[in-house]
């Protein structure tokens, strides 16, 4: 707002004043948490003389793209189909009706780093505009055709095979770091989607190699720079293969699907290590991303405090370090994080990012010291670091309730609260629920898809859900009546679902559109009419497949096979190219699971106190397409049961024998009670590794 330049929002308005004047839309796409969105408005959108050209030449046009990430995606597909790249800041040159012919991202304010001034590229495209006005329509319908293909979809159809999952899976191990753990060189981003389908194929199939990808993965990322050691939270990405270096911003998403990496990696190896960072994790989003007071989590932190900040928030000089510490901790702390003179950070060397470098035996060690003492002497040189850089000007939060982002944060407490124990993780994820579902759910079946804004005196903006927030909702719903056994919660899902298949599904060919305008096409702004069936995960988990998953699972509680059917169309549309997409159909792959996999559903009933070993026993397990209910206490009668349970449960004669048991449900039908945690352990473990392969599960299907 404190700019020279005159900016509209995406609204009627400002494509109106274009059309009228006859000037092109300079659209500025960025982020609050972006670095060079923030780099780029000091050097040019502050400088009056490049206001001057802006506001003469153009009708300036800037979107959030968290707020808007239909108007964001589509105009990515655009600058990448002009210049090969995209990213934030988005910096694209419409036509008067929106229509892309010209963009890039970052521009210098002078000719440098390979790429044009801001300045020269105003005013080569405003003259480009006025005097060949016919070529520039001309491109601006070649790139609107290229973003219709990019994800139209056309004969990539095929029929689904459960094969996919290997051959994605195959994908990933040919990019694995064996040295540095994760996918490919620098930089480095976390792909937890990948990472979960690695972990259930290997509780399924015990596959050592699989292991080791994971585990060195999630332990070389939680002791990199990239884990913020001091107060917790994964930062977005690691610039380097080591982890070491970061961008700093953290997403509450990144952190959400990091966090169910390592509680099932925890559930999956028992190594206590996962279970702290998840509990670490889990204290940072407690105290940084979450709205103690109303539940509800915020979206992200920035990287930076000022402009001419690049991570100085996080980082630590040699003699800040040793200002703050004891001799004895200064010394521990150093060789544990590598606190050194010459640190990792180019705009300042002498800055050194945290990260683990030595352990506390070797530590120990190398100072000859007990390594108890050590232990001590980092948990209190730890406790004094994190003070002393609370004193300092902090990276701004980014308090909107993203709907989607948030019911993401939701699954991952509530399956952080089951694996761990944590009531409060549970309850403050049945808190935000309960506001996303009472602020964001209309009676005339809309999800909304913000919540609340970062600032209270914004403009009110009523922004429709698009199909992520529709599906991870369902999830989050499900995910809830799993922890609770409060069918209010499966009554939410169901009706979000339906809603979700009402106004986003294409019952013609398959699949989900992003939006419920891209399905019905009728005269967007700019692209937006473009329709669009998001497929591969970037940077969130991909709707498409996410909104499968959601319908599986209410198949395998409802039986309904319209469910089934729609999850497998979708599947469909994108089976003959699925594999190619490697990682970034991951979340294909876990879909491709739920769909081939036969659904596993422990219920546990009896004496609250005689059957907490029986549930703990059930939730050290996890797998996809496996659930666990508690009925400790109460009498699991029909109306507390979805249709498929209700109609098995209550005719078991053996269950109403049993005052305490865990009843293993599959394919719509449950075994014979089980009283002991042993043998329920037992038969989980022979029960989620009977189909192994994919290609056993499919045959064994037929």
């Not at 000037?23 to 050097?43: F, Q, T, Y």
């Not at 380097?240 to 953290?250: G, N």
């Not at 407490?413 to 629920?433: E, I, P, V």
Request: aromatic share 10%.
């Amino acid at each position: 707002m404190h700019q020279p330049i005159q900016w509209h929002e995406w609204d009627e308005e400002a494509f109106a004043i274009a059309r009228r004047e006859n000037k092109p839309i300079l659209l500025d796409i960025g982020a609050v948490w972006c670095h060079w969105c923030h780099v780029m408005d000091r050097e040019s959108y502050d400088d009056p003389q490049i206001a001057q050209i802006v506001n003469e030449r153009f009708v300036a046009v800037k979107v959030d793209r968290d707020e808007r990430p239909d108007i964001d995606s589509r105009y990515q597909l655009a600058v990448s189909a002009i210049s090969g790249q995209g990213g934030w800041p988005l910096t694209g040159f419409l036509t008067p009706d929106g229509k892309p012919f010209y963009g890039g991202t970052y521009f210098p304010p002078q000719d440098h780093y390979g790429r044009p001034s801001f300045r020269r590229v105003l005013m080569a495209i405003s003259d480009a505009f006025r005097e060949k006005n016919g070529d520039v329509l001309e491109q601006a319908k070649l790139v609107e055709g290229a973003i219709g293909r990019a994800e139209s979809h056309l004969n990539r159809g095929g029929q689904f095979s459960p094969k996919v999952v290997d051959e994605i899976i195959r994908s990933a191990l040919k990019m694995f770091d064996p040295q540095h753990g994760g996918f490919g060189s620098a930089p480095k981003f976390p792909h937890p989607s990948i990472l979960d389908l690695l972990i259930d194929r290997y509780i399924r199939t015990g596959e050592d190699q699989l292991r080791q990808v994971f585990v060195t993965t999630l332990e070389k990322m939680a002791r990199g720079g990239v884990y913020d050691q001091l107060a917790g939270g994964f930062h977005r990405y690691s610039v380097d293969e080591r982890w070491i270096v970061p961008h700093f911003e953290k997403m509450s998403y990144d952190n959400s699907e990091l966090l169910k990496n390592y509680v099932h990696a925890y559930q999956a190896t028992g190594s206590e290590f996962f279970a702290d960072v998840a509990r670490d994790m889990i204290r940072w989003m407690n105290e940084w991303l979450s709205d103690r007071e109303h539940g509800g989590f915020y979206a992200s932190q920035d990287a930076d405090y000022s402009m001419d900040d690049d991570g100085d928030y996080f980082t630590w000089r040699l003699d800040e370090a040793k200002a703050v510490l004891t001799e004895e901790e200064a010394d521990v702390a150093c060789l544990h994080y590598d606190i050194n003179e010459i640190g990792e950070m180019q705009h300042d060397p002498a800055k050194n990012v945290l990260y683990v470098r030595a352990c506390e035996d070797e530590i120990a060690k190398r100072l000859n010291i007990a390594r108890e003492n050590v232990a001590d002497l980092l948990s209190s040189a730890k406790k004094k670091l994190y003070a002393a850089r609370l004193h300092r000007p902090t990276p701004y939060v980014d308090r909107s309730i993203y709907v989607g982002w948030n019911s993401l944060c939701i699954s991952a407490y509530l399956a952080a609260a089951k694996a761990l124990g944590l009531d409060s993780a549970r309850q403050f994820a049945l808190r935000s629920l309960d506001r996303i579902l009472g602020g964001g759910w209309y009676s005339d079946g809309r999800l909304l898809h913000v919540l609340a804004y970062s600032d209270p005196d914004a403009k009110p903006r009523q922004i429709d859900g698009v199909l992520e927030d529709y599906a991870f909702t369902v999830m989050a719903c499900l995910d809830a009546y799993e922890a609770t056994a409060d069918l209010s919660y499966f009554t939410f899902a169901r009706r979000i679902a339906e809603t979700m298949i009402e106004c986003f599904y294409d019952g013609d060919n398959g699949g989900f559109f992003d939006t419920p305008s891209s399905r019905e096409a009728p005269n967007n702004l700019g692209v937006l009419g473009t329709p669009r069936k998001p497929f591969q995960d970037s940077p969130t988990p991909a709707g498409n497949p996410v909104a499968a998953v959601a319908l599986l699972r209410l198949y395998a509680y409802t039986n309904e096979s319209g469910y089934r059917d729609k999850a497998q169309q979708t599947l469909d549309v994108l089976a003959g190219t699925a594999g190619q997409y490697g990682i970034f159909a991951a979340s294909y792959a876990i879909a491709a699971v739920y769909l081939s996999q036969p659904h596993v559903q422990v219920v546990v009933v009896g004496d609250r106190n005689l059957s907490a070993g029986l549930y703990r026993t059930a939730t050290k397990s996890w797998a996809f397409n496996f659930a666990v209910l508690s009925f400790a206490g109460n009498e699991p009668v029909p109306q507390n049961l979805p249709p498929a349970l209700a109609e098995t449960i209550p005719n078991l004669p053996s269950a109403k024998k049993a005052t305490t048991a865990a009843l293993i449900c599959h394919d719509f039908s449950c075994e014979a009670p089980i009283s002991k945690p042993s043998e329920l352990a037992h038969r989980l473990d022979s029960l989620l590794r009977q189909a192994g392969g994919t290609d056993k599960a499919q045959d064994e299907n037929k």
